[in-house]
């Protein structure tokens, strides 16, 4: 357990010394405030609702999860098999729960950076309508289900492909451009986008305004659920078998 938790903190600081998360994380909390300051400056109107106004900064979420999740989990496996990563691979503990302790740490320096985004969501509801809509937490509860989803599913692209930045790019464009072109046209075809994970992520803007009868393509919760999970498990398993096989020749 010693050697496990070793390479999490190890992982985990080397996230937080990175540009990327001295970056990401005031820019989350830019982006949870922006339309807050929108307002106070006068140039939009102040929404006539609490729910109205969460759902706008609820907007940003999908983007910003998205990013996230490929600039933190794009290179999780295919740094390793670089020259500076090989320290990795020389520890005295097996690929399995090397891969798990980088997942974790991963998922641990993305959640705070997604935390703070949804305290600068829900903090500047309480500020300007003195009220938080009831569903909050179930927010939050799906929030944090997609990222680790989004970041098991990031994780297939860095475990195939051997340059962390081919990888962190071609996870985001098959997230931002792939899926949603892929959902657009299945919703042209009147088809429901089951296996696509950026549908699921529309449940987020769902859920906060409970009492507007969805469009026909947004996902249930439970549907969601479904699928943040099933990116969950498969992406874990296929990432953790491919690290475990992968061969050193590869650097």
């Given amino acids: 357990m010693g050697a496990f938790n070793n390479i999490y903190k190890y992982n985990l600081l080397f996230y937080i010394r990175t540009k990327r998360f001295s970056v990401m994380l005031p820019l989350a909390l830019v982006v949870s405030l922006i339309n807050t300051m929108l307002i106070e400056a006068g140039i939009v109107q102040k929404p006539t609702s ?11 979420s999908e983007i910003l999860f998205i990013i996230l999740s490929s600039m933190f989990a794009g290179d999780l496996i295919s740094r390793d098999f670089s020259k500076e990563g090989l320290y990795m691979l020389t520890q005295p503990i097996s690929r399995e729960k090397i891969f798990l302790a980088k997942y974790i740490s991963a998922v641990t320096i993305t959640l705070i950076v997604v935390l703070v985004y949804m305290l600068g969501v829900f903090g500047t ?3 300007l309508y003195n009220y938080l809509i009831p569903n909050w937490y179930e927010i939050v509860y799906v929030s ?9 599913f990031v994780t297939l692209f860095s475990a ?17 451009i792939i899926f949603p072109l892929i959902q657009q046209i299945m919703e042209d075809l009147h088809k429901t986008p089951f296996f696509v994970i950026t549908y699921a992520l529309q449940i987020i803007l769902a859920l906060a305004q409970p009492n507007i009868t969805p469009f026909i393509s947004s ?3 439970s549907e969601s659920i479904e699928i943040f999970v099933s990116y969950l498990i498969f992406g874990v398993i296929v990432s953790m078998i491919t690290y475990k096989k992968r061969q050193l020749s590869d650097v």
Avoid at 50 to 60: H, I, K, Q, R
Wanted: aromatic share 12%; proline share 5%.
């Fill in 50 to 60: 609490v729910y109205l106004f969460t759902e706008a900064n609820l907007a940003y």
């Fill in 125 to 127: 509801s309480i500020v």
């Fill in 144 to 152: 944090f289900l997609a990222v680790l989803s989004l970041l098991s």
């Fill in 160 to 176: 195939i492909v051997k340059s962390p930045t081919i990888s962190i790019t071609i996870s985001i464009f098959i997230l931002l």
């Fill in 219 to 221: 996902p249930s919760l």
